[in-house]
């Protein structure tokens, strides 16, 4: 089939790699000029495991090309299929900004002969059906189809779905569908496009829901007698529960998951419909970053503020560059605000994006620089860096009172357990070294991330 995928994003890329490996002759659409500048050269814009790879063999096969030109394109060879990966970012309100779709969309209605649209980018609920209202000669040839890919793994889940759901008004385009995407074993749920709208957002505040319930349980499990691996653990070994988003931590920071819960609440608040659950998993994650600064005004008090301070990593994932909602974002400038010195370091990232993200802040070549002579060490990803790191020598490089806050949960208590500094995690992962002694025999509530 000869399929336009229009937004080379995260989504669109990897849409467009496993279409053209599937077969299709795929054509990426993308108006950013820098970013087709990437992708032209055989460069992977955004950072994604195996993506680099599998578009230098799409490439290789002639089965992919790239054009800012959809219509153009469609003049010269026309398309069956146009689908739709364009942003629905966060507008300042938090609502969602719907004008990248509807371009798009306006943009595909335009093409003759019409060819099949099929929207992937998150909108909420009715979005369809209101910019259908201007392109009625699309109805019966439009899905609203969405994308549940994660990034991290983004590739084979486009190539394994666990699950299809389609929005459409004419069931005539399911053949085609199911030719487009190599008819998948996976279930399919075909429903109205508002109602499948609808099973993404409600997909997503699940997830949220999950990560906010890890954090707030971690919260309750900060005393020496729970554990909160173990409770997390537990809990999640349960089948009707599962251990997939349970990691306690500094919050959802991917580029999904805020801006859907928020835009949820706005199309939930609009309409008179009360979220008392939803609003509180927004609260909750709002509140996590902040943890950071609770902490560390608990162990430095009054030296907070002009304090060194090692954050090791700005990335939330080590595997993704989106830096869109990033905690990192949030704890660094809530420490600068403490008139705390931020040495920053991440391996995946530039001096320069350091700066560029983090103004105020002093980007460090390496890990040893950054931890030399600070009094408190952040971990803000989990780069194997810095789990793998000789802590025994960190600690040693730290001055007093050598406080390490790991947001991610992913240091390994029992390296840490006899070195001289004070290990505070997101939940009661291990004693402070000194209660560590008698916290077991006589708990007392020690101040925790
Ligand atoms: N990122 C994810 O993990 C993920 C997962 C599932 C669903 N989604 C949803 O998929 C959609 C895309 O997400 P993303 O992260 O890939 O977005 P993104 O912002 O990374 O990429 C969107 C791209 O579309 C381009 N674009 C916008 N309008 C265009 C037009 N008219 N013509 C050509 N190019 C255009 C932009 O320049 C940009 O490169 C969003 O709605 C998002 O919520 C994202």
Not at 103 to 113: C, E, G, N, S, T
Not at 134 to 157: I, M, T, V
Not at 194 to 215: G, P, Q
Not at 328 to 354: F, H, K, N, T, Y
Request: charged content about 20%; proline content about 9%.
């Amino acid at each position: 089939m000869r399929v336009a995928v229009v937004g080379q994003g995260y989504v669109g890329v990897t849409g467009a790699v496993a279409l053209a490996r599937q077969g299709h002759h795929v054509t990426g659409v993308e108006r950013d000029a820098a970013r087709l500048r990437s992708l032209a050269a055989g460069r992977a814009p955004v950072s994604e495991p195996g993506l680099q790879d599998e578009l230098s063999l799409a490439l290789a096969t002639g089965r992919l090309r790239f054009t800012s030109g959809l219509a153009q394109a469609h003049l010269r060879e026309p398309f069956e299929v146009v689908l739709i990966t364009v942003g629905s970012p966060p507008a300042g309100d938090g609502t969602a900004d719907l004008s990248q779709v509807a371009q798009a969309l306006m943009d595909a209605a335009a093409l003759l002969p019409v060819p099949y649209v099929v929207l992937k980018s998150t909108v909420p609920p009715g979005t369809s059906d209101g910019l259908l209202g201007a392109c009625p000669h699309l109805r019966d040839r439009y899905a609203y189809n969405p994308e549940f890919l994660n990034q991290g793994s983004a590739l084979d889940d486009w190539t394994s779905p666990a699950r299809v759901v389609v929005g459409i008004r004419s069931h005539d385009g399911l053949p085609l569908l199911r030719r487009l995407y190599g008819a998948p074993t996976c279930p399919w749920v075909v429903t109205t496009p508002a109602t499948a709208e609808m099973v993404k957002y409600a997909s997503n505040v699940f997830l949220a829901m999950k990560i906010s319930f890890a954090n707030e349980c971690a919260r309750l499990c900060a005393t020496p007698e729970l554990n909160t691996d173990h409770v997390m653990q537990g809990v999640g070994l349960d089948p009707r529960i599962g251990h997939a988003f349970l990691q306690p931590g500094l919050g959802y920071g991917d580029s999904c998951l805020p801006k859907d819960t928020e835009a949820l609440a706005h199309w939930a608040a609009a309409r008179g419909i009360p979220t008392p659950l939803l609003d509180a998993v927004i609260g909750v994650n709002r509140a996590q970053p902040g943890l950071v600064r609770e902490v560390l005004r608990a162990e430095l008090g009054e030296g907070l503020a002009h304090s060194e301070i090692a954050v090791l990593g700005a990335r939330y994932e080590p595997w993704s560059d989106d830096m869109r909602a990033a905690p990192s974002r949030v704890v660094v400038p809530q420490l600068l605000d403490e008139a705390a010195g931020i040495r920053i370091w991440d391996p995946a990232m530039a001096p320069a994006d350091l700066t560029r993200f983090f103004p105020g802040a002093r980007p460090c070549p390496d890990l040893r620089s950054a931890v030399r002579g600070a009094a408190a060490v952040v971990v803000l990803t989990e780069w194997p860096e810095t789990i793998e790191a000789d802590w025994a020598e960190l600690a040693a490089a730290l001055v007093p009172p050598a406080v390490v806050v790991d947001g991610k949960n992913c240091l390994l208590p029992e390296r840490l357990r006899d070195l001289p500094l004070v290990y505070r995690s997101v939940g009661n992962r291990l004693p402070a070294r000194a209660e560590a002694s008698s916290a077991e025999e006589t708990p007392s509530p020690a101040p925790s991330a």
